[in-house]
């Protein structure tokens, strides 16, 4: 698997934090597209898709998993009835690994942290995993599903 070095941008994002198990992931994301078609906020270009993964479900009871779904917004959003509210990514440096297939078997976030990060001479930096889900929508094929992985790194 290809890593690369890269910094990821400082990015504003309109945010709805799952907290629970994996499986009840789809009700907090159909919240979240249900906002987002109230809101019109479904360009590409400004609107990228982003998980922020604060366990591992490997690791993690299930009604402790934490993750963030995200996009990425040029403008701060209000007060609204689905709980989505204004984060912010900060700048930061990352090993960048890419998968293609199911979000549900993601490879190179365990390639990252298994494989390469022990023998890179690197150290996790402070802030969770980012994963950017380039291709979504319910015309995409699980095997045809590209997710960049970003590692934080000190």
Not at 51 to 79: C, E, M, W
Request: net charge negative; charged share 20%; glycine share 6%.
């Amino acid at each position: 698997m290809n890593v690369e070095i890269v910094t990821f941008p400082l990015t504003e994002v309109a945010v709805i934090e799952h907290i629970g198990p994996t499986e009840l992931e789809y009700q907090t994301i159909n919240q979240f597209i249900a906002w987002r078609r109230e809101q019109n906020l479904f360009d590409p270009q400004i609107n990228r898709n982003y998980g922020i993964h604060y366990t591992d479900p490997n690791t993690t009871p299930p009604h402790l998993q934490r993750v963030d779904f995200a996009i990425s917004i040029d403008k701060p959003i209000g007060v609204n009835r689905y709980g989505v509210t204004n984060k912010t990514i900060p700048e930061l440096r990352c090993a960048k690994a890419v998968d293609i297939g199911s979000r549900y078997n993601n490879q190179a976030i365990i390639y990252l942290i298994k494989q390469w990060l022990p023998y890179s001479g690197e150290q996790l930096g402070d802030f969770p995993p980012i994963f950017h889900y380039v291709n979504v929508g319910p015309d995409i094929r699980e095997e045809d599903m590209i997710t960049e992985v970003y590692l934080p790194l000190k």
